[in-house]
DNA sequence: CGTACGTTTGAAGGAGCTCAAACGCGGTGG
DNA sequence: CCACCGCGTTTGAGCTCCTTCAAACGTACG
């Protein structure tokens, strides 16, 4: 549902760039490991809306996303439909359940990814266990993620939550502009992150620029005006 | 940081029972793997309101419940309290986050848990990865669980949180007692982990009584009338 | 320049939250 | 053995905030 063009990845991704390292606290993988999965690997670039593989569909490959944004969602019976996690450069998905996947997994962005076959994957992380903790350790902090998001969800004032995406999204985008964040996703992807009617996402933005705390520079654009009433309200938990 | 003088570790540990499969799709350890495992453990029973370990403690240990329910919760900084995941028997936690626990774990009821130091036991997942595979599935299985709670909590109706709770429940509880259901949390431990008051979690539980989804046995005991209206509503998301 | 889609804004309604009080069971002490 | 007390649970009334239904706005693209 979108089709933006905001030049958030500009350019084409033919030459294949390293594995980036995470922003922040993410563990990576040192240059060997990389390298050795990097052989197992091929490098997809997609093009925003692209679908990398559907939810129940048979599990063949496990990425890691080199460049751009995707979401992970996953349609419920009523026909609404829930974004689980929003995927950045570094973020490894894919690991199935039952040998299917458990959510569909869809372009935000412009970008590439990583593609391995669980095959050879599978294979080598039984043999390498220092590898395969390198994996662990990522699969653990995707859980904390997610028990956080619980903690987000579990909030009733849509502007709190808001305010815990945008600290959310300044912890995975480019260091860089951490005072101009840029939004890749559309209102209504945030919307069914946060599980909120897109009104309502529209509605907190408007209020935290009321109060101050950012400053709308079109849609997909936030200026952050004061870190500190962003940082007070994210944590008024 | 520490207070409860419940006998964790009560120096001697009886007769080690089996770690035990768990009741659903869950993977478990082989027998040799499960025997390799036990000779890392102590098997510590702990009693109601025990605290296993502290969120931000340094870890020490992981764990793997024997027998019994545990909550593991946050504390969050307006004082609420939220109830990440409840474990049961079968259930592997304690991993943590940059050298110290996440949550804080707590009895709900009786019972006992094997009892792990992380050193030894990091040193055998590292070296066998088969092993270390099937840990890294559960926390794969865990992730699920935590995603899938994001979409209960997505959920604004308290009867409809309720009831896929209660499918929880039948998950994780014993499989004989599939139609009288043991709830052994308090209301206020559904609540914090429902994201509801303690308020909302009664009111809710009398609508599905009046609607004869269920019937009360005591707060402790739910009797499922209807288990194809609990499904209906559980999956009417 | 017109259309399409995403976004913003408006008004009414509903569901859960808060504040409060009553109920029921279990444990303790007389 | 019974009364008292404590705590968890249930029930009640008002209020806030998000959702729903609707319409207007703005920018990108044909």
């Given at each position: 549902?979108?089709?933006?063009?905001?030049p958030?990845?500009?350019?084409s991704?033919?030459?294949a760039?390293?594995?980036?390292?995470?922003?922040?606290?993410?563990g990576?993988?040192?240059?060997?490991?990389?390298?050795?999965?990097?052989?197992?690997?091929?490098?997809v670039?997609?093009?925003?809306?692209?679908i990398?593989?559907?939810?129940?569909?048979?599990?063949?490959?496990?990425?890691?996303c080199?460049?751009?944004?995707?979401?992970?969602?996953?349609?419920?019976p009523?026909?609404?439909?829930?974004?689980?996690?929003?995927?950045?450069?570094?973020?490894l998905?894919?690991?199935?359940?039952?040998?299917?996947?458990v959510?569909?997994?869809?372009?935000?962005?412009?970008?590439s990814?990583?593609?391995?076959?669980?095959?050879?994957l599978?294979?080598?992380?039984?043999?390498?266990?220092?590898?395969?903790?390198?994996?662990?350790?990522r699969?653990?902090?995707?859980?904390?993620?997610?028990?956080?998001?619980?903690i987000?969800?579990?909030?009733?004032?849509?502007?709190?939550?808001?305010?815990?995406?945008?600290?959310?999204?300044?912890?995975?985008?480019?260091?860089?502009?951490?005072?101009?964040?840029?939004?890749?996703?559309?209102r209504s992807?945030?919307?069914?992150?946060?599980?909120?009617?897109?009104e309502?996402?529209?509605r907190?933005?408007?209020?935290?620029?009321?109060n101050?705390?950012?400053?709308p520079q079109?849609?997909?654009?936030?200026?952050i005006?004061?870190?500190k009433?962003?940082?007070?309200?994210?944590?008024?938990?």
């Amino acid at each position: 549902m979108s089709a933006t063009k905001v030049p958030l990845t500009p350019g084409s991704a033919p030459p294949a760039p390293a594995i980036p390292e995470r922003p922040a606290s993410k563990g990576g993988l040192n240059a060997k490991q990389r390298q050795e999965v990097i052989a197992l690997a091929t490098l997809v670039p997609f093009r925003p809306r692209a679908i990398l593989y559907r939810e129940n569909a048979p599990e063949g490959f496990i990425f890691v996303c080199a460049d751009g944004v995707l979401k992970s969602y996953r349609d419920l019976p009523s026909g609404r439909r829930r974004v689980v996690t929003f995927r950045y450069p570094g973020d490894l998905f894919g690991l199935a359940e039952a040998g299917r996947y458990v959510n569909t997994v869809q372009a935000v962005t412009p970008g590439s990814a990583y593609r391995i076959p669980i095959e050879p994957l599978y294979a080598k992380l039984r043999q390498d266990g220092e590898l395969q903790f390198q994996v662990l350790t990522r699969v653990t902090q995707d859980l904390r993620e997610a028990q956080r998001q619980s903690i987000v969800l579990s909030r009733r004032s849509a502007d709190g939550r808001i305010a815990m995406f945008l600290k959310h999204l300044q912890g995975h985008l480019p260091v860089q502009s951490i005072d101009l964040i840029p939004v890749p996703m559309s209102r209504s992807d945030i919307a069914a992150f946060l599980g909120l009617t897109l009104e309502s996402v529209s509605r907190g933005m408007a209020k935290l620029a009321r109060n101050g705390i950012i400053a709308p520079q079109g849609p997909r654009y936030l200026q952050i005006v004061s870190q500190k009433k962003l940082d007070a309200l994210a944590a008024d938990v």
